[in-house]
């Protein structure tokens, strides 16, 4: 049996709701940072090549890594249900040491806002579009056999949840579907992205490609069906960092209204607390567009 070129280190083989949860590292060439991830399979489905199983990405948010989703967004009791493999990636490359990268929560490390960088020092390094679509998913699919990349969802928290729905409709076609909790939905017309899209951004005529409020006005793909929820309470809802109207409107203006559904939760902040609440609609939401439910 020949190699794999790419070669995955676990670091801890955790099981779970009948499932196996892999705690991994390996190289990332894009990101020139040795990565953390977490990927759940459902039961029965490591070690074995078929049937294969669907996959479904986790992005989490701001000062996250891969285990805050893992850990606390209770997905993985649904993703056993279903028979669902989850994988959840970090959220920026974690091995360079650029001036301030370190310093703020919202910029820099676990920070990386799911794009390719062009400005300088990050554009050598910070490539997570890259490395959450192509590097990655490559990588995983030919290590792990049982992962089918035919049938492959998204969905993110916050930060990943502008990931979530900026690289559903930056790639047609590549995913069956989307959904998100508290995205920030219009990120060039919010401080985080405000303050992310000038940092990693060589100029401002690029921010368009990186807003899902910009994007789903010139999005020439499949139909979608993206499901958002949000709390009530979410003091970034209510700190104007989120948008979430913003990204209705510019679906109403393109048509696309009936194609959102946006669902917003009572009493709910932006937590885990809230996201674990809503944990099963999101993973039915998936399986259903992945042909399990
Ligand atoms: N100042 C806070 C802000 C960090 C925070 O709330 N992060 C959220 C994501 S916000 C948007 O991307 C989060 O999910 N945190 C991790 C968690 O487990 O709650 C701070 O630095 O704490």
Same mark, same amino acid.
């Not at 970034?236 to 109403?252: H, M, S, T, Y």
């Given at each position: ?13 955790i099981s779970t709701f009948g499932g196996t949860l892999l705690k991994l590292t390996h190289e990332s060439a894009v990101l020139e ?31 996250? *890594?891969?285990?805050?989703?893992? &850990? @606390?967004? #209770?997905?993985? !009791?649904?993703?056993? %249900? ?105 990120? *060039?017309?919010?401080?985080?992205? &405000? @303050?992310? #899209?000038?940092? !990693?951004?060589?100029? %401002? ?89």
């Amino acid at each position: 049996m020949a190699t794999p070129a790419f070669q995955f280190t676990t670091k801890a083989n955790i099981s779970t709701f009948g499932g196996t949860l892999l705690k991994l590292t390996h190289e990332s060439a894009v990101l020139e940072s040795t990565m953390a991830l977490n990927v759940f399979f459902p039961p029965g489905a490591l070690g074995r090549s078929t049937p294969k199983v669907p996959v479904l990405w986790y992005l989490a948010g701001l000062t996250c *890594s891969g285990d805050n989703g893992s &850990e @606390k967004g #209770f997905f993985n !009791y649904w993703a056993a %249900k279903y028979g669902i493999a989850v994988v959840y990636p970090d959220t920026s490359s974690r091995g360079s040491s650029h001036p301030g990268e370190h310093d703020a929560y919202d910029f820099g490390s676990a920070a990386g806002f799911y794009l390719d960088a062009t400005k300088e020092p990050w554009a050598q390094n910070y490539q997570m579009e890259t490395y959450i679509t192509d590097e990655l998913p490559a990588a995983l699919y030919s290590y792990f056999v049982v992962l089918d990349s035919s049938r492959v969802s998204l969905m993110g928290h916050s930060m990943g949840g502008h990931g979530a729905l900026t690289l559903f409709f930056k790639h047609p076609g590549k995913f069956k579907s989307t959904s998100a909790f508290a995205p920030i939905a219009n990120p *060039s017309k919010c401080p985080w992205g &405000e @303050k992310a #899209f000038s940092g !990693y951004l060589e100029s %401002k005529e690029e921010w368009t490609k990186h807003d899902a409020t910009e994007l789903i006005k010139t999005y020439k793909g499949p139909d979608f069906d993206i499901l958002i929820s949000c709390g009530i309470a979410d003091e970034f809802l209510k700190g104007g960092q989120l948008l979430i109207d913003n990204f209705v409107a510019a679906a109403k203006e393109v048509g696309r209204e009936s194609q959102v559904t946006v669902k917003y939760a009572p009493n709910c902040d932006h937590s885990y607390y809230f996201i674990s609440s809503f944990a099963q609609e999101h993973v039915e939401h998936a399986a259903k567009h992945l042909g399990v439910l």
